[in-house]
């Protein structure tokens, strides 16, 4: 049996469906991550963002970048988060966190810099450029290794610099003489 091109009750086709569940799921846990009280909770609705966003890669026709996204923000930094989260966290903390008292000036600058980066996008001629196709693994490899070369270079010793800077924080001892 063979479904129909378009949803009988609803009018739409199934791709459109598949979209508006993955876009509403994605909304829906990106507000879980702040709303939430607890930091857990908050890293799990994390986890559903990023893997709905990666659903809607594949739906754009990008699994290579989809592929990525499930291998590092899911797969790496999202666990790397829960477990620094589930290792440093410590049931002695105050009740009222800091930043939960900042609510106002943080919204305000979130409308403010929503507002600046709409701007910047709608006055921006965006040149269309049909050299590079995400899709295809050959061409990023080219681009990636060729003409992106040094870039790639750069942004690799600057994480380099980064996992050596936390390793040597992490194991700094404390209370001792500095």
């Not at 063979?2 to 507000?31: E, H, Q």
């Not at 589930?86 to 000036?105: E, Y």
């Not at 992106?148 to 980064?162: D, G, N, Q, T």
Request: aromatic content about 8%; glycine content about 8%; charged content about 10%.
């Amino acid at each position: 049996m063979t479904l129909p091109a378009t949803i009988p009750f609803l009018g739409f086709g199934w791709d459109d469906l598949l979209f508006l569940t993955l876009a509403s799921m994605m909304i829906v846990s990106a507000l879980a991550v702040v709303l939430m009280r607890d930091i857990i909770r908050s890293g799990l609705a994390m986890i559903i963002c990023f893997a709905s966003l990666a659903g809607l890669y594949v739906m754009a026709g990008a699994p290579l970048v989809a592929a990525a996204q499930v291998l590092v923000y899911i797969g790496a930094i999202s666990v790397l988060v829960l477990f620094a989260i589930m290792l440093t966290q410590t049931k002695a903390a105050p009740s009222r966190l800091v930043f939960q008292t900042q609510a106002g000036p943080a919204a305000l600058a979130g409308i403010l810099l929503a507002i600046v980066i709409t701007l910047a996008v709608v006055s921006t001629a965006w040149p269309v450029s049909n050299t590079l196709n995400p899709t295809d693994t050959r061409s990023v490899a080219e681009a990636l290794f060729g003409s992106f070369v040094l870039p790639f270079e750069i942004v690799s010793v600057l994480l380099l610099a980064a996992v050596v800077g936390g390793v040597f924080l992490a194991k700094k001892e404390h209370g001792g003489i500095d």
